[in-house]
């Protein structure tokens, strides 16, 4: 596997057009993809595609492979379990890998209080799940979800989701009893924590009535909304409010949890203590696997049979998930996210200082991003981000773009990712800037 960018073909090179062709006609024009090259193999922070093309990717599958691609203990551990057990359907006949997944999260997740868990395969299942739980649990219908939110594609969670286009447009009538209030969005808001807090819970308080409230989701740092950091404080006084009125407090780590941020969940970065915290994405170093975890009173509500699925906790999954957790352990990989800051954070304020386009540079850990808008205007800058994307790609560097308005340009790169890697990349994006 190379360890640099090569490019030796047009992007797309022929075998990806070749590729492109049989999938427009095969597979559904809903599942588009951001960039049409075809991947063939990976390894750490590099991809390479059927043409040979090999890339750095600075997205990791929407921070998926966190610890790497192909992390050679996450393979051997899931080859092993495949020879084993590939099925066993958890609610019929249980095995122990699941069972060890279930005490890893509760032992790494903030709060020193009894946990339980129960895992599933996707994200919105995840948070799917925590919903039922929560309403379970208080005997309330309502949900409250904040601004600029990303919690899914299913019925419930596109209610949950903030953006219409691509994500819910069309695709109604949406689940009920979600109430939606503004968020903490310190570039654009000019709140303290506290203000932020006070009209969130307002509007809560207005819309939905804090007692009708089941539970209130939200992502310690917002992922597709753009890698909004909340201002200091406001997510504490969220919880405290919840706390206060009996809401369950569940914090969406799908994104930003399994050390993305340098701890093993970024609730810990706010000092949240979350009633049940969601996970999914690195969990399982690419594997499909996502959980609820939380207070075991809370993950006991259900009445037994009321939560599973055919291949939630598949034994292949978590068998990669404990190498996962393992690796972050034993690895000490929770230090990488601060290396990862300490290189790219200064990196991109110097583009920052040189480029007027950019105007914010935030996040934590190796969930970073910058924001563009045009300095006189301040209008979003969508299609900057967009050209930038496209010749990134060309130059062998994948990233992705977030936001509600499409112009932010996230960096979600693996752990595994090296300091001269993440500056080749940066010095790539910083040609490509106006
Ligand atoms: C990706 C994501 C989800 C949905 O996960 P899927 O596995 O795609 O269903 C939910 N919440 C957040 C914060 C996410 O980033």
């Not at 310690?220 to 997510?235: H, N, S």
């Given at each position: ?119 599933v395969n996707s994200g919105a299942e995840a ?153 999914a ?7 499909p696997?996502a ?144």
């Amino acid at each position: 596997m190379p360890t640099e960018r090569r490019i030796v073909t047009e992007i797309p090179g022929p075998r990806s057009v070749e590729l492109h062709a049989r999938r427009l006609a095969a597979v559904s024009a809903g599942a588009s993809s951001a960039v049409p090259v075809y991947l063939a193999r990976g390894h750490g922070a590099i991809v390479v595609d059927v043409d040979d093309n090999a890339y750095i990717d600075l997205g990791s599958g929407i921070g998926v492979t966190t610890i790497g691609h192909t992390d050679d203990d996450v393979v051997a551990a899931a080859q092993e379990q495949l020879a084993d057990l590939v099925h066993g359907m958890f609610t019929i006949t249980p095995y122990e890998p699941y069972v060890r997944v279930a005490e890893l999260l509760a032992a790494h997740t903030p709060g020193d209080f009894a946990k339980k868990a129960l895992l599933v395969n996707s994200g919105a299942e995840a948070v799917e799940n925590g919903v039922k739980i929560a309403r379970k649990h208080t005997g309330r219908q309502g949900v409250a979800v904040i601004d600029h939110a990303y919690h899914g594609r299913t019925n419930l969670t596109m209610a949950m989701t903030f953006k219409n286009m691509p994500y819910r447009d069309g695709f109604g009538p949406f689940a009920s009893e979600i109430y939606r209030a503004p968020n903490s969005y310190p570039l654009h808001d000019g709140l303290s924590g506290a203000e932020a807090a006070a009209r969130t819970i307002a509007y809560l308080d207005k819309s939905a009535g804090a007692a009708n409230l089941a539970c209130l989701v939200v992502e310690p740092i917002q992922g597709e909304g753009g890698f909004v950091v909340p201002a200091d404080g406001y997510l504490p006084a969220l919880q405290e409010w919840c706390t206060a009125n009996g809401i369950v407090f569940i914090a969406d780590e799908i994104q930003s949890g399994m050390a993305r941020t340098g701890r093993w969940f970024a609730s810990e970065h706010f000092g949240l203590v979350p009633d049940l915290v969601l996970s999914a994405k690195g969990i399982a170093g690419g594997l499909p696997l996502a959980a609820v975890v939380g207070r075991a009173e809370i993950m006991d509500a259900s009445h037994p049979g009321g939560l599973g699925g055919t291949f939630g906790g598949n034994p292949v999954a978590c068998a990669a998930s404990v190498a996962v957790f393992e690796a972050i352990e034993s690895r000490g990989l929770l230090a990488e996210g601060a290396r990862i800051e300490a290189t790219l954070r200064p990196a991109l304020e110097r583009m920052r200082a040189t480029h007027p386009v950019i105007a914010d540079v935030r996040g934590i850990g190796a969930m970073l991003a910058i924001e563009l808008n045009d300095p006189l205007s301040g209008e979003p800058r969508a299609d900057v981000v967009a050209a930038i994307a496209a010749g990134a790609a060309n130059q062998g560097v994948l990233l992705l773009t977030a936001g509600t308005y499409g112009n932010v340009i996230r960096f979600l790169p693996s752990l595994a990712i090296t300091d001269e890697q993440l500056l080749d990349a940066v010095s790539v994006i910083d040609a490509l800037l106006p």
